[in-house]
Antibody
Framework: QLQLQESGPGLVKPSETLSLTCTVSGASISSSNSYWGWIRQPPGKGLEWIGSIYYSGSTYYNPSLKSRVTISLDTPKNQFSLKLSSVTAADTAVYSC???????????????WGQGTLVTVSS | QSVLTQPPSVSAAPGQKVTISCSGSNSNIGYNSVSWYRQFPGTAPKLLIYDNNKRPSGISDRFSGSKSGTSATLGINGLQTGDEAEYYCGTWDSSLSVVVFGGGTKLTVL
């Protein structure tokens, strides 16, 4: 059974870099044609896609965050990570990782999701 | 302001059917497939529907999805109090090159 688990600091200071790791069990992140994504949800608000990474390492980012986001793979550890630089209070959110299923150009969905981790940006 | 528009809330009695709408445009729902997620407070979203109308293994057939033009609909039959949750639609926006979600709909089972 595929499971994902986020880990990382729950508190980050403004202007610093948020770093999170998603540990995957039950499947290999290097499986052919697999994508892995990050989504966030500010408290009381809706979902925002941050970006996704292909098993080969190709990345796809939300244009609104692209200048600050880096997603990478750690294949030996079966993990993928998120780095978000120059954070502000507006980046306070629950961050979730998920397997991102993409077929062709028109079809995509997220399943399953990790439980999510709250990251607060505050001094 | 979300790219996809959902009603903030819907309600219905136990046993009844409810529908949740998701309205978009030609660059998102009009061209791409829609997925639906359910989220209980304090938990991560769970996939209910993908590819407009397909249910993942383990999802009750009380849940159904449809799409017409630039709108999609999630239907829930035989409402149960346990269905009270937030529901989100999602798709790809080909103009913005981004995954987009609706603002969410809170379902109350009266």
């Amino acid at each position: 059974q595929l499971q994902l688990q986020e880990s990382g600091p729950g508190l980050v200071k403004p202007s610093e870099t948020l770093s999170l790791t998603c540990t995957v069990s039950g499947a290999s992140i290097s499986s052919s044609n697999s994508y892995w994504g990050w989504i966030r949800q500010p408290p009381g608000k809706g979902l925002e896609w941050i970006g996704s990474i292909y098993y080969s390492g190709s990345t796809y980012y939300n244009p609104s965050l692209k200048s600050r986001v880096t997603i990478s793979l750690d294949t030996p550890k079966n993990q993928f990570s998120l780095k978000l630089s120059s954070v502000t209070a507006a980046d306070t959110a629950v961050y979730s990782c998920a397997r991102h299923w993409i077929f062709g150009v028109v079809n995509n969905w997220f399943d399953p999701w990790g439980q999510g981790t709250l990251v607060t940006v505050s001094s | 302001q979300s790219v996809l528009t959902q009603p903030p809330s819907v309600s219905a009695a136990p046993g009844q059917k409810v529908t949740i709408s998701c309205s978009g445009s030609n660059s998102n729902i009009g061209y791409n497939s829609v997925s639906w997620y359910r989220q209980f407070p304090g938990t991560a979203p769970k996939l209910l529907i993908y590819d407009n109308n397909k249910r993942p293994s383990g999802i009750s057939d009380r849940f159904s999805g449809s799409k017409s033009g630039t709108s999609a609909t999630l239907g829930i039959n035989g409402l149960q109090t346990g269905d009270e949750a937030e529901y989100y639609c999602g798709t790809w926006d080909s103009s913005l090159s981004v995954v987009v979600f609706g603002g969410g709909t809170k379902l109350t089972v009266l």
